[in-house]
């Protein structure tokens, strides 16, 4: 997740020069992004249940 959130700081304020081809490269492999989609899912299942 930390590497997300420092490209995703690059990105939004422009701290260097964005290569166009780091950032289609980048959104060709989501698999990252989908696992911590699947983690939140698993936690809030778990949170809704009875306690």
Known sequence: MA???GFRNVLV???VS???MIVVARL???S???AY???IA???EL???PR
């Open 13 to 15: 304020h422009e701290y």
């Open 37 to 39: 989609i699947a983690a």
């Open 3 to 5: 590497a997300a959130v």
């Open 32 to 34: 990252d992004l989908r």
């Open 47 to 49: 949170e809704r249940r």
């Open 28 to 30: 060709d492999d989501l």
């Open 18 to 20: 964005v290569d166009d």
């Open 42 to 44: 698993t936690w809030l």
